[in-house]
């Protein structure tokens, strides 16, 4: 879902932040020193600087942890990585670039103002492992082009696993093993972003997703999806130039609210149904909230038992629902 809304409020203009792509495989052992580059870059900027490690290619086995993605090999083909490690910072180029360069690069894109903003958050349930995406672009400056693109990745922590040169990064290797971090684990849009429009000084869109996290991404010998070792980053690109869409025009971490660590609250009550008498397949539910429930920041989800704990809706913020075109014994 989507929602554009032109403003005239004024809007911070801020300096652009930073996405480090590192292109990596467990069996390259010169890849600890990149990871431990692009880590360095994001302590001296906190909140600036975001490396992801995508594994791809031949140093990066299906053994277990096989953190492959299908999005990575794709994006390894699409900026002809010929070597490893290498990384694009903030997609200045058209082709990854060694880690020597990545200092002068990132330095270059933090002095740089930012066309938009971007900021959000996501909201995980446990029990069923849906997120609740929301995504806030504000344009300060008018974008080359009319159309960019929003991509939203989820990235994982703590993976723990082999590593060849390892040793190299001594804060993250621990008795042999190799705490990988920053994985990239799946892309919720499109590989390369969902088109966002218009994209003139004054804008605000918001993009809401739902995502259901798997338990399990890989195959074979794939890795549990630990919802304590997730997060969310989102990125604005500025139009496609070949395969890719880049630059980076602006990036950030998305805030993580996770339900578990809020208090238990107690069921809606009163649930009723209504059948339209003119039309037999549409259905509305309606409930009464919860005794002390903040109406602005509760939802809902309707479930089936024919889907388990998966809901057939999510995020429903009034106490009542219209269910269309039902099927005959559905």
Not at 48 to 69: D, K, Q, W
Not at 220 to 247: C, H, S, W
Not at 261 to 289: H, Q, R
Request: hydrophobic letters at 30%; one cysteine or more.
């Amino acid at each position: 879902d989507d929602d554009n809304d032109d403003n005239n409020d004024e809007i911070t203009q801020a300096y652009r932040k930073v996405l480090i792509e590192t292109f990596t495989g467990k069996n390259c052992g010169y890849d600890p020193d990149a990871h431990k580059i692009a880590n360095e870059l994001a302590a001296a900027y906190p909140g600036r600087v975001f490396p992801i490690n995508i594994h791809c290619g031949g140093f990066s086995p299906t053994s277990y942890p096989n953190m492959n993605t299908t999005d990575g090999t794709e994006m390894m083909n699409a900026f002809n990585v010929s070597g490893f490690p290498s990384g694009n910072i903030n997609r200045n180029s058209a082709s990854a670039i060694g880690r020597n360069q990545w200092n002068s690069e990132t330095y270059n894109q933090l002095s740089q103002i930012a066309e938009v903003n971007v900021s959000g958050g996501v909201v995980i349930n446990p029990l069923d492992r849906v997120a609740e995406i929301t995504v806030d672009l504000e344009y300060i400056s008018n974008s080359n082009y009319n159309t960019n693109y929003l991509t939203v990745m989820m990235l994982q922590d703590s993976i723990w696993g082999s590593q060849s040169g390892g040793s190299t990064n001594p804060e993250q290797y621990v008795n042999g093993q190799y705490c990988h971090m920053h994985v990239l684990r799946d892309i919720i849009t499109p590989t390369w972003g969902d088109a966002v429009s218009p994209t003139t000084a004054g804008t605000h869109i918001t993009k809401t997703y739902i995502y259901e996290i798997p338990e399990i991404i890989g195959d074979p010998n794939g890795v549990d999806v630990d919802l304590n070792n997730i997060y969310f980053l989102a990125f604005v690109t500025e139009t496609y130039q070949d395969t890719p869409t880049r630059p980076v025009l602006n990036v950030d971490k998305l805030e993580l609210v996770n339900d578990n660590e809020n208090p238990e609250c107690d069921a809606p009550t009163d649930l009723t149904y209504y059948i339209d008498e003119f039309d037999y397949n549409n259905v509305t539910l309606s409930w009464t909230a919860p005794a002390g429930a903040d109406s602005a920041n509760v939802t809902y989800g309707i479930y089936s038992t024919s889907t388990s704990m998966t809901p057939l809706y999510h995020g429903i913020s009034e106490t009542s629902y219209t269910i269309e075109d039902l099927t005959a014994g559905n």
